[in-house]
């Protein structure tokens, strides 16, 4: 469980403490953002969905290194956890650089 699990559980309060703690950049303040997550979830549940299905998976997870809880379709439940923290790094490092990028031009 170590493995897959924990990394993914850690992930989430970290990439949460990087935006309240050090970048503060209000993006999860905004409606846009949730929007964003929303539709990488609508793709992300379905290709997830087809690349881990038990009955013919193109993914294989080492049962030793997750939770086994899988929800739906037979996804792993830290899939969703690594999605968000992936997706909204990304997005906050891109803010950080965009409000960087504003201030330099203004210099």
């Keep these: 469980m170590i493995g897959y699990t924990v990394p993914a ?9 990087i935006e309240l703690g050090v970048l503060r950049t209000g993006l999860f303040r905004r409606p846009a ?10 793709f992300q549940i379905p290709v997830d969905g087809w690349l881990t299905k038990l009955s ?3 993914v294989i997870y080492d049962p030793a290194h997750n939770s086994g809880l899988r929800w739906p ?6 899939d ?3 999605g968000f923290s992936l997706v909204t790094l990304v997005l906050l490092l891109w803010e950080r650089q ?9 210099a």
């Design 56 to 58: 013919a998976p193109i």
């Design 80 to 82: 969703f956890l690594f």
């Design 9 to 17: 559980l850690l992930s989430v309060p970290v990439v949460i403490a």
């Design 33 to 42: 953002y949730w929007i964003s997550m929303a539709i990488v979830l609508g």
């Design 73 to 78: 379709w037979d996804i792993p439940v830290e």
């Design 98 to 106: 965009r409000r960087k990028a504003r201030e330099d031009a203004r």
